[in-house]
């Protein structure tokens, strides 16, 4: 089987110690790619770094709508960013890069950290939309707490919908739904083994806007435990279960998507 995990954070510290172990263990699960997302401009940095060392991974740049603010919240585990980011002289950077890159991401909008600056958080995804339209190149959305707001500045855009994967998407029924039928894409995290939401989304979402991802550290299959990229086998098994399919169809699908989104 061909797995893939097109969203982690392998710069997190908690895989300081490991992470040739750690992509070790997702070559022999069989991952082939591993889009390794930035948030600000020091992560992206890293992640640019992890690309030229390990030829699994890939790199995705992003600017995180917290860290774009000078807010990085108090969570460790990632270089934070506490002051405000320039976001054009970043974008700069991001497009400098344009050829050593898959995605660009993650970006978008949180309102679960920031229940404040929602007018200056949106001005700031608009101009990465636009950014995004102009690169060419897919945009992992991140949109906590703000499924709505996020999908509609998306449909006002002019950006392709096939190139928009929404990471972790947890809208409503009705706006997964909606945001199917236009044809974005999604991911599946590797906790969907015990979330009804991503069952349902399974369920919603045909099985060529479907992506696996990690999101590693976090969301882990097994609680309390650190995710990693290996562990997208688990989504797979789950997403055959639902679509009852076999676990290689499902593969076999996700890496063909992969392939037409992610380049
Ligand atoms: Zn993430």
Redesign the pocket.
């Known amino acids: 089987m061909d797995l893939v995990d097109v969203?982690c954070?392998l710069t997190h510290e908690k895989f300081k110690k490991d992470l040739d172990l750690v992509v070790e263990r997702a070559r022999k699960a069989g991952v082939k790619a591993i889009v390794c997302?930035g948030v600000n401009h020091p992560t992206n940095v890293e992640v640019l770094e992890l690309a030229k060392k390990y030829d699994l991974i890939k790199a995705s740049l992003g600017l995180y709508p917290i860290d774009l603010l000078g807010l990085g919240p108090d969570e460790v585990g990632l270089a934070r960013q506490t002051e405000k980011i320039d976001l054009s002289e970043e974008l700069k950077f991001i497009k400098k890069h344009k050829q050593d890159i898959v995605a660009v991401g993650?970006c978008g909008l949180d309102y679960h950290w920031d229940k404040e600056h929602h007018t200056q958080q949106k001005k700031n995804f608009e101009q990465i939309i636009s950014f995004v339209e102009k690169l060419k190149k897919p945009l992992v959305v991140?949109s906590r707490r703000a499924e709505l707001d996020a999908f509609e500045m998306l449909e006002s855009s002019s950006i392709k919908k096939s190139l928009v994967v929404l990471?972790c998407f947890e809208g409503r029924k009705h706006l997964l739904k909606k945001a199917a039928d236009a044809g974005y894409n999604f991911t599946i995290p590797c906790n969907v083994v015990r979330l009804q939401h991503f069952q349902t989304l399974i369920g919603i979402a045909s099985l060529n806007q479907i992506f696996t991802e990690t999101?590693a550290p976090w969301l882990s299959a097994f609680p309390g435990k650190r995710n990693e990229p290996a562990f997208v086998a688990e989504s797979i098994k789950k997403i055959a279960e639902l679509k009852k399919i076999s676990p290689d169809k499902v593969a076999r699908a996700i890496w063909k998507n992969y392939g037409q989104v992610f380049k």
């Open positions: 969203h954070h997302s993650e991140h990471h999101d």
